[in-house]
C-alpha cells in the first residue's frame, strides 16, 4: 500500500467509497449517493484552499481508502482548527489502511500548522473511535440524537488531537 495527493482519476474510486458508506452505514450522514463530478469537483475545493487529499492504492495503484481535511468552521477564530474525514473500501477494512492515511493526514496537518485536528464519529462507530483512540485523539464529548439515518437518531462523539506544543496562536 502507497499514500499519495489525489488526482483527478481517482474521483471515481472516491465516489464508489464514498457511495458505499452512504448506503450501507453512518459513517456519512447523507442519504444522495454522488458522481465522480461531484468528488471531483469536492477535491478541486479543497485544493484550492490549500487543503490535502489523499489516497492509499494497493500495488495495482487502486484506491482502497482516501482521507481529507478542511475547516472546522468558518469563523477566523477557529482557522487553526481543521475537521478530517477518512473512508476505507469495505473489503480493506482493518487491514491498516485507515491508520496509515491518518498518520499521513496528521503529519501534513503539523507541517502545515494546523494546531488542533477534529473528529466527528457516529458514536457507535467503535472500530472509528479505537483508531483515533489509538492515534491519540481523546473524546471531548457527545452530543446526542443530533443526526438521523436508517430511521433511527443517531449520537455524534467528537474527538480532538492537539498537534503541536504552542501556547499562544501565532499573531
Known sequence: MHIRDAEPG???AI???YNDAVVNSTAIWNDAAVDPADRLEWMVTKERAGHPVLVAVDAADDVVGYAAYGPWRPQDGFRYTVEHSVYVRNDQRGRGVGRALMMDLLARARSAGVHVMVAAIDAR????L???EALGFRATGTVPQVGAKF???LDLTFMAIVLDDRSHPPR
Open 130 to 132: 479505537r483508531l483515533h
Open 151 to 153: 430511521g433511527e437518531w
Open 10 to 12: 481517482d474521483a471515481v
Open 15 to 17: 465516489a464508489a467509497i
Open 125 to 128: 462507530n467503535s472500530g472509528s
